[in-house]
């Protein structure tokens, strides 16, 4: 399957939105629904990423990561707050790391993707403070 990693980092935003608008909602933290939002945002250059290749996100991705990100945002009200950061900080570690291998792929989209690394990593540093 072509640009299979975009693919999945579409879904996997799906799912990050989702748990964060838990962790914001459990938290009421302003700076995490700013963060939910960028989720949003990178979903949105990604799938327009994808249309320019003729492609759209993959359905199975998307439902697996639409189902873990409820469940995130289900577990966020009953968790402590430094568990809720801990799997932040992970999940942008993650994004980090991801976003920084697509923009070598696509050197033709390297500048969105390395912005977006950089988004992520100040997230990470926001959850790891």
């Known amino acids: 399957m072509k640009h299979l990693l975009l ?4 879904g996997v935003e799906i799912g990050a939105m989702l748990a964060y608008m838990g962790h914001y909602e459990a938290t009421h933290d302003a700076k995490i629904l700013g963060i939910a939002n960028d989720e949003y945002e990178h979903q949105e250059i990604i799938k327009f990423i994808l249309k320019g290749y003729g492609t759209k996100p993959f359905f ?9 990100g409820n ?3 289900l577990a966020c009200r009953v968790s402590p707050r430094f568990l809720m950061n801990f799997i ?3 999940m942008e570690i993650f994004a980090v790391f991801n976003y920084r291998r697509l923009a070598k792929m696509y050197p033709e989209h390297r ?3 390395e912005d977006m690394a950089a988004l992520e ?8 403070a």
Request: charged share 25%; hydrophobic share 50%; proline share 0%.
């Open 7 to 10: 693919k999945f980092n579409y």
């Open 60 to 68: 199975l991705f998307n439902w697996f990561f639409y189902a873990v």
């Open 71 to 73: 469940l995130i945002r």
């Open 88 to 90: 932040a900080r992970s």
């Open 111 to 113: 500048h969105i993707l």
């Open 121 to 128: 990593e100040e997230h990470r540093r926001y959850f790891a």
